[in-house]
């Protein structure tokens, strides 16, 4: 799926993370700066905070229990924080634009 990640300065970095792979392991392969995931996507580091677009919040669905306690400890949680090692690609996903927080950059 194309994803285009967006940092917090405003530079968009569009993409191509294959399908089964997270979003935040799709940053990292590809060079993109703001996602460090040093917990390599456990949930337990929130390295991989990131807004979901409005628009596609529906496909990429909530967090469960465990990554919502750890975006509570992240700076700047908002209703569309994700962490973007528990998204996988798909191609629902094709298009999804996401940002990251001012503390990531
Ligand atoms: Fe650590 Fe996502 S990589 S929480």
Redesign the pocket.
């Not at 460090?36 to 991989?48: L, S």
């Not at 962490?83 to 528990?86: D, F, I, S, Y």
């Given at each position: 799926a194309r994803i285009t990640y967006v940092e917090f300065n405003g530079t968009a970095h569009s993409v191509e993370v294959a399908n089964g792979v997270s979003l935040?392991e799709g940053a990292i392969s590809n060079g993109v700066p703001g996602i460090?995931?040093?917990?390599?996507?456990?949930?337990?580091?929130?390295?991989?905070h990131v807004y979901v677009d409005g628009a596609w919040t529906g496909k990429t669905g909530t967090p469960n229990e465990m990554e919502d306690a750890?975006l509570d400890l992240a700076d700047g949680k908002r209703d569309n924080s994700r962490?973007?090692?528990?998204i996988l690609a798909s191609d629902d996903l094709d298009g999804l634009v996401i940002e990251m927080p001012e503390t990531q950059h």
């Open positions: 935040m460090d995931g040093d917990c390599g996507g456990n949930a337990a580091c929130a390295t991989c750890m962490l973007a090692c528990q």
